[in-house]
C-alpha cells in the first residue's frame, strides 16, 4: 500500500480492505526504518498519529468519512500546529510549541486526515538544497549524498521514499516544485492567495504560498479539495467560491496550445533535463497539443529581483523573533540591546543572517529607491511578459530546475551558483501564478527530472488534468528510488 495514490488508499480504506489505524502505524514503520538515514522529518509523534488514526475509523464506521478521512499527511514544519513543537528549521524556535493551528492544519483536520510528522525544512524556507536547517540536511532518497531540493526537501523527501502518502509545503521562490522535480515527485504552487497563509511562519508575505506535494497530479487535486478556500484572518486570502480541482482530469489535450518560451530552452540546461522535457512535449503533440513558441524577456531578471524583494520582506518579518515573546533567548546579556543581539545571532544560521543583512541594505535609506523600488517595477514587467503570453498559448512547459539533484555541500560555498537553480521557478511567484511540477523521465545518472507546467490566475484545474493525462500514459511518477525498496 506504500506506493497507492491518495484515492487507492481512500479506496482501500472505505472496502474495510485496511484500517487507518494499520495504513498509519505502517507509514510510522517505515519512517522510523528510513528516517534516520533520510532526515525528512523533525517531529513524529507516534501516539498522537494513531489517536488520529483511531478518530478517522471511527468517523468512517458512522459513514461521516471524506476521501482523505483516515489517510496520514506530513506538513512541512513551518505550518504551525497546536501542542507540538513548529521549528522552521531553526535554533531561533527549535522549542517553540504552537498554542494553534495553522488554518491548512485545520482544514486536513476536519477532512479527518492524520497528522503523520513535521517535516524538515531550510531555515525559515530560505534555501534550494534543505541543507540550512538547525536539524541537519535531508539527504535525498535517490542518493544519499545528494541533496531533495528545497526548501519544502523533508516533505518532498518524505513522500518520494514513501514514508508519507502526502504532504504539504511552502513555495517562495520555487520551495515547493524545486525539490518535487529533484526527488522524483509532483507538486503544485496555487495560485498567490488561494490557500491560506495564516499560521504560516512568515518568509516573504507577498510571495509565500501553501500548496500540496504528492505522487500523482490526481494526488494533488485531492490535497487542493481540503487546502484550498476563504479565511477571513489571513487579509491575502481571497474570496471566491470553492471549486473541485479534479474536475477536469479527463480533459481532451486537442488543440491545447503550449508555450515553449525561448528563454527555458538556451544555455545552462543540463542535457538529460532538456531531453527528458523536450520527449515530454512531443508526448503532447502526439496527443493533438500544439506548440508555441514564445518569450519571456524578462526572465534573465527574475532571480535578482527574487533575492531584493524576499530578502527585504524577511528582514521585516524576522524581526518579531528577538528574544522577548517566544522562541530562544540567549543565556547572558548585558542589557536589552544586547540581549536582542545575542540572541539573533545565536538563534538564526549563517543563510538566514545573510538574507537578513541584505534585506535590510536593500531597505535602507539611499538604497531603497535603488533596489528595492526598481525590483517591484521589474516585478511588474515580469507579470506583464506572462500576460502576453498567455495571449497566445493555454500553457507555458519548460523544465523545472536547469539540472538534477547535487552533492550536498556542492554549492554551499557559491550560493549566485545555489540561487541560479531557481530560475525557472522564481517568475511564477513574483507574478502570483499558479505552476506545478511533474516527473518526466530520468538523466544519465538515474535522477528524476521535472517538467514545469505555469498556467494563468486560477488555472489550477486545467494544470493538473493536462498532467493527469501525462500521468496516464507514463509511469515516471510512480517509480520508487532503489535505495529505498518497497
Known amino acids: 500500500m506504500l506506493n497507492a495514490t491518495l484515492s487507492e488508499l481512500s479506496a482501500a480504506l472505505a472496502a474495510r480492505k485496511l484500517s487507518s489505524v494499520e495504513l498509519t502505524q505502517l507509514c510510522l514503520e517505515r519512517i522510523a526504518q528510513l528516517n534516520g538515514e533520510l532526515n525528512a522529518f523533525i517531529t513524529v509523534d507516534a501516539a498522537r498519529s494513531l489517536s488520529d488514526a483511531r478518530r478517522a475509523d471511527a468517523r468512517r464506521a458512522k459513514g461521516e468519512a471524506g476521501p482523505l478521512t483516515g489517510i496520514p499527511i506530513a506538513h512541512k514544519d513551518i505550518f504551525c500546529t497546536r501542542d507540538l513543537l513548529t521549528t522552521c528549521g531553526s535554533r531561533m524556535l527549535a522549542n517553540f510549541v504552537s498554542p494553534y493551528d495553522a488554518h491548512v492544519i485545520e482544514q486536513f483536520d476536519r477532512a479527518g486526515a492524520v497528522l503523520l510528522g513535521k517535516c524538515n525544512m531550510d531555515e525559515f524556507a530560505m534555501g534550494s538544497s534543505s541543507e540550512t536547517s538547525h ?21 518532498a523527501a518524505a513522500v518520494a521514499a514513501r514514508m ?12 515547493i516544485r524545486q525539490p518535487a522535480a529533484l526527488s522524483g515527485i509532483c507538486g503544485l504552487k496555487p495560485t498567490y492567495g488561494v490557500v491560506s497563509r495564516y499560521g504560516m511562519v512568515a518568509f516573504a508575505s507577498s510571495l509565500d504560498q501553501g500548496g500540496p506535494l504528492a505522487k500523482s497530479a490526481a494526488d494533488l487535486a485531492a490535497m487542493m479539495n481540503v487546502m484550498a478556500g476563504f479565511d477571513a484572518r489571513d487579509s491575502t486570502s481571497l474570496e471566491r467560491p470553492k471549486e473541485d480541482y479534479g474536475r477536469s482530469l479527463n480533459r481532451d489535450l486537442r488543440g491545447l496550445r503550449i508555450g515553449l518560451p525561448r528563454e527555458y530552452f538556451g544555455d545552462g540546461i543540463d542535457p538529460g533535463v532538456r531531453n527528458a522535457v523536450e520527449e515530454a512535449t512531443r508526448w503532447f503533440e502526439s496527443q493533438g497539443a500544439r506548440g508555441v513558441q514564445i518569450e519571456l524577456p524578462h526572465t534573465k531578471l527574475a532571480v535578482p529581483v527574487y533575492y531584493v524583494i524576499a530578502p527585504a520582506e524577511a528582514s521585516s518579518n524576522l524581526s518579531r523573533f528577538d528574544g522577548v515573546r517566544y522562541g530562544h533567548r540567549a543565556k547572558e546579556y548585558s542589557d536589552l540591546t544586547d540581549m536582542y543581539c545575542r ?29 528595492y523600488l526598481q525590483a517591484q517595477k521589474i516585478r511588474r514587467l515580469i507579470a506583464r511578459d506572462f500576460a502576453a503570453a498567455f495571449e497566445r498559448c493555454d500553457v507555458i512547459m519548460g523544465p523545472t530546475s536547469p539540472g538534477t539533484a547535487f552533492e550536498l555541500g556542492a554549492k554551499s560555498d557559491d550560493p549566485v551558483q545555489m540561487y541560479l ?11 502570483g501564478l499558479p505552476a506545478l511540477s511533474v516527473p518526466c523521465g530520468f538523466d544519465g545518472k538515474g535522477l528524476p527530472v521535472g517538467l514545469q507546467l505555469m498556467g494563468s490566475y486560477f488555472s489550477e484545474a486545467a494544470l493538473l488534468g493536462i498532467a493527469h493525462r501525462y500521468q496516464q500514459a507514463t509511469d515516471w511518477h510512480l517509480r520508487v528510488p532503489n535505495d529505498t525498496p518497497l
Not at 545565536?346 to 533596489?371: P, Q
Open 164 to 175: 508519507a502518502p502526502a504532504a504539504t509545503g511552502t513555495d517562495t521562490g520555487g520551495s
Open 421 to 431: 537553480g531557481d530560475i525557472f521557478t522564481v517568475p511564477a511567484p513574483l507574478a
Open 343 to 371: 540572541t539573533r545571532a545565536e538563534g538564526f544560521g549563517a543563510e538566514v543572517k545573510l538574507r537578513i543583512l541584505v534585506g535590510t541594505y536593500v531597505l535602507s535609506h539611499g538604497y531603497y529607491d535603488a533596489y
Open 135 to 155: 536539524f541537519g540536511p535531508v539527504r535525498n532518497p535517490w542518493g544519499r549524498r545528494l541533496v531533495p531540493g528545497g526548501s519544502s526537501g523533508g516533505a
